[in-house]
């Protein structure tokens, strides 16, 4: 008897810890800034903690990387989202940078040059899809930021 008993409570106990890493996973789901993103493909590459308003920017921006998303109907993989200060030294960003804000995704889609990518994002901004803001066109990614005034290089 007492050996059913302690594979009832071992049932119990791994039962219990299914059901938290479910829960816990949904959790997490919802933790994020919009359908196809989450917080973590944004975070700082030295692992600074995310500040509580680049959260919010953070989230307006993912947004903006959705409609992208839904244009190329492909996947968007993120170099580069908040930065912080230290960060953003280490890389040599500017010192006004979008990045320290949340503002601002260095972005890579698969089977997309940063020149298809510059050109799409211009269309999106000019049907007023997307936030205006910045877009820069780099060898390997596409930096967009959404600063609210026309910024190109």
């Keep these: 008897m007492a050996k059913k008993n302690n594979l009832n409570n071992i049932f119990l106990i791994l039962g219990a810890v299914g059901i938290t890493a479910f829960l816990f996973k949904r959790l997490k789901k919802m933790d994020r800034p919009s359908k196809n993103f989450s917080y973590s493909e944004f975070d700082s590459k030295d692992g600074a903690e995310m ?32 930065r912080s200060p230290a960060q953003n030294a280490k890389v040599k960003g500017k010192d006004l940078s979008k990045h320290l804000i949340g503002q601002a995704a260095d ?38 930021d959404i600063r609210g005034t026309k910024a190109r290089w």
Aim: glycine fraction near 8%; charged fraction near 20%; hydrophobic fraction near 40%.
């Design 107 to 144: 972005i890579v889609i698969k089977g997309k040059t940063p020149s298809e990518v510059q050109a799409v994002i211009e269309v999106l901004i000019r049907a007023g899809k997307i936030s205006e803001g910045g877009i820069g066109k780099y060898a390997n990614f596409t930096h967009y």
């Design 51 to 82: 500040p509580a308003a680049v959260k919010e920017n953070i989230k307006k921006l993912a947004q903006n990387l959705e409609v992208i998303r839904s244009y190329f109907n492909l996947p968007i993989k993120i170099n580069s989202g908040y």
